[in-house]
């Protein structure tokens, strides 16, 4: 990922600090080279105005031309933006409650995106971290779901809750939670049916799941190769149930990065993780400034 936008950022900025004095111009020129590296990587629109607007009202500045280093002065204003345009580090973490009490992690998004693997991966992370978790399989519309959640949560020794025969989501997840509770489990992980595309019975089946249970979290998986669709619908889904993070999956193929550097800045909630590949352990936290740093080369 970001390979191709990487090796545009790395070109302009090289550029620019091959120059020893720089003008208005070699800036307009710059900022217009950055404007079609994020457009062909897909960046939403808006937010490549935002980005623009704001990298160019801040290097016009006299601080950057008269400084000692102007190019190395607009690196820092482009990585800064850019950090910004990811998220900052604040609200990263998981919000869940102590260990003294149950916790609710709904996932949401769309079939295929990874939500199931996700799932199990994030399971994994918290009981690695101490926790009692339990999954529960809530996605009745997807046949295989069940026994995939079954043989992942195998897999990584965590009790996958199921009704068998149950044809209620919100049954099944109100189910387990109260089991949860009952049998001291402090994080439960809720996996919903996924949908091919925004439908209204299936939005409707989550926001009755997620009135239900309360939960303290509602994690939006994103397909990181389905580009601006996904920031479309992770629009949706704030708007309809409320996402308090996101999980970029498939972080790890070989895409152009439009989805990540769109997500934060279109649905305003932070990308918290993101998938790495398909085994077990390729959760890992999301860094900004990492990413900034990568694309800036
Ligand atoms: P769901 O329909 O949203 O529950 O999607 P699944 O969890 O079944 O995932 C769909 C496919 O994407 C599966 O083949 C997963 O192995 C794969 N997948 C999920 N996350 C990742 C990831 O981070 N990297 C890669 N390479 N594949 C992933």
Not at 122 to 128: E, H, P, V
Not at 132 to 146: S, T, Y
Not at 278 to 283: P, Q, R
């Amino acid at each position: 990922m970001f390979d191709n936008i990487s090796t545009k950022f790395s070109s302009i900025m090289k550029n620019l600090s091959g120059k020893g004095k720089i003008t208005e111009k070699n800036i307009r020129d710059a900022v217009e080279d950055i404007k079609m590296s994020l457009l062909d990587a897909d960046v939403n629109l808006r937010v490549v105005r935002k980005f623009i607007n704001s990298t160019l009202e801040e290097a016009l500045g006299e601080k950057v031309l008269l400084s000692v280093d102007p190019g190395q002065q607009f690196t820092k204003i482009v990585y800064d933006k850019m950090v910004a345009l990811l998220g900052d580090e604040s609200g990263q973490e998981l919000k869940l409650k102590g260990k003294d009490t149950t916790s609710v992690i709904l996932m949401m998004g769309l079939q295929g995106s990874g939500k199931t693997t996700t799932a199990h991966k994030l399971a994994l992370k918290l009981t690695k971290e101490g926790r009692k978790v339990m999954l529960v399989a809530a996605d009745l519309v997807r046949p295989a779901a069940i026994t995939q959640l079954q043989v992942l949560g195998e897999k990584v020794g965590v009790r996958v809750f199921t009704i068998p025969g149950e044809k209620n989501p919100v049954k099944v997840a109100t189910e387990a939670v109260k089991t949860a509770r009952h049998e001291l489990y402090d994080t439960v992980i809720i996996d919903t049916s996924g949908r091919m595309h925004l439908d209204d019975t299936l939005m409707k089946e989550i926001q009755d799941i997620a009135k239900a249970v309360n939960p303290d979290e509602t994690l939006f998986v994103a397909d990181a190769m389905t580009g601006q669709n996904a920031v479309t619908i992770a629009k949706e889904f704030e708007e309809k149930v409320g996402i308090s993070g996101v999980i970029l999956s498939k972080f790890d193929s070989d895409t152009r990065g439009g989805a990540a550097l769109s997500l934060k800045s279109v649905v305003g909630k932070p990308i918290k993780f993101i998938g790495t590949g398909e085994k077990s352990e390729d959760l890992e936290a999301f860094h900004p400034d990492r990413i900034a740093s990568r694309i800036l080369g």
